[in-house]
């Protein structure tokens, strides 16, 4: 039931600040379209460098909005942030995503044992499809498996690290205080975390696949139908939104 409820005060707290759901849609669009976009031309070059630094900063925005989001509500606020502190907004984003890389260290270097080709192995990281089934059905199917099951479950804890870092405003140091984290699990309870788990997921899911669908064929933006550009910039955010805030409530500070 009180999940139940959370969602609820998730989704209106989504809408109600419904100008931040859509800038955070157009930062999404932006950071998982750009190479999909008209003049990009084929091979690495200035302008791929160029893309891949403005996706790397949009990345950054993005993280560090959505920690900011989880931050307050554990704080207590019923009001979602604004997009106006840029220089918290990047520090807690570079400092957010610091910490998840080194817990995702661990799997990167043993998908790279079994990939030993870097270009290959970012397709992997990027999630493309036809390169992780290629693997899948290889003789180190069970190996590849296991490794992607680390993913998951780095993730899943990933979550009580992200709320003892909302605690302690985004301490580096709190993201590896085992302790701390283990609190916040028992705080939140471990069936109400994998409820939001399941439920952040299958958002991650749908923007990544509306990703791939266009990423494979050169794409023109009004080529693309409605459900797209939907999924994108309104739905796609407000899941993700919703879940994050559905996360902070169940350890909020009283």
Same mark, same amino acid.
């Given at each position: 039931?009180?999940?139940?409820?959370?969602?609820?005060?998730?989704?209106?707290?989504? +809408?109600? $600040?419904?100008?931040? @759901?859509?800038?955070?849609? %157009?930062?999404?669009? /932006?950071?998982? !379209?750009?190479?999909?976009?008209?003049?990009?031309?084929?091979?690495?070059?200035?302008?791929?460098?160029?893309?891949?630094?403005?996706?790397?900063?949009?990345?950054?925005?993005?993280?560090?909005?959505?920690?900011?989001?989880?931050?307050?509500?554990?704080?207590?606020?019923?009001?979602?942030?604004?997009?106006?502190?840029?220089?918290?907004?990047?520090?807690?984003?570079?400092?957010?995503?610091?910490?998840?890389?080194?817990?995702?260290?661990?799997?990167?270097? +043993?998908? $790279?044992?079994?990939? @030993?080709?870097?270009?290959? %192995?970012?397709?992997? /990281?990027?999630? !493309?499809?036809?390169?992780?089934?290629?693997?899948?059905?290889?003789?180190?199917?069970?190996?590849?498996?296991?490794?992607?099951?680390?993913?998951?479950?780095?993730?899943?804890?990933?979550?009580?690290?992200?709320?003892?870092?909302?605690?302690?405003?985004?301490?580096?140091?709190?993201?590896?205080?085992?302790?701390?984290?283990?609190?916040?699990?028992?705080?939140?309870?471990?069936?109400?975390?994998?409820?939001?788990?399941?439920?952040?997921?299958?958002?991650? +899911?749908?923007?990544?696949?509306?990703?791939?669908?266009?990423?494979?064929?050169?794409?023109?933006?009004?080529?693309?139908?409605?459900?797209?550009?939907?999924?994108?910039?309104?739905?796609?955010?407000?899941?993700?939104?919703?879940?994050?805030?559905?996360?902070?409530?169940?350890?909020?500070?009283?």
């Amino acid at each position: 039931m009180k999940i139940l409820l959370n969602l609820k005060d998730a989704v209106y707290y989504a +809408l109600n $600040g419904w100008y931040n @759901l859509l800038f955070l849609g %157009l930062i999404l669009f /932006l950071a998982e !379209n750009m190479y999909t976009l008209p003049g990009n031309p084929q091979g690495f070059d200035l302008y791929d460098f160029s893309v891949l630094l403005i996706i790397g900063f949009l990345w950054i925005m993005e993280s560090g909005y959505i920690f900011q989001i989880l931050e307050s509500t554990v704080h207590g606020s019923d009001k979602s942030p604004k997009f106006i502190r840029f220089k918290s907004m990047m520090v807690h984003g570079l400092k957010e995503n610091l910490v998840l890389f080194t817990y995702l260290l661990c799997p990167i270097i +043993l998908i $790279g044992l079994v990939i @030993l080709n870097a270009k290959v %192995l970012m397709k992997v /990281l990027e999630l !493309n499809p036809d390169v992780i089934m290629y693997y899948l059905h290889s003789a180190r199917t069970f190996y590849f498996i296991t490794v992607l099951g680390l993913f998951a479950l780095i993730y899943f804890w990933y979550m009580g690290v992200l709320l003892n870092m909302a605690h302690y405003k985004g301490s580096i140091y709190s993201g590896f205080d085992l302790k701390g984290v283990k609190q916040r699990f028992k705080n939140a309870g471990i069936k109400n975390l994998t409820a939001i788990y399941i439920f952040i997921g299958a958002a991650s +899911l749908l923007l990544v696949c509306t990703f791939l669908t266009y990423s494979m064929v050169p794409v023109y933006i009004y080529k693309w139908d409605i459900v797209d550009i939907l999924t994108q910039f309104i739905i796609g955010p407000l899941m993700i939104i919703s879940g994050v805030r559905m996360l902070g409530l169940l350890d909020q500070k009283l």
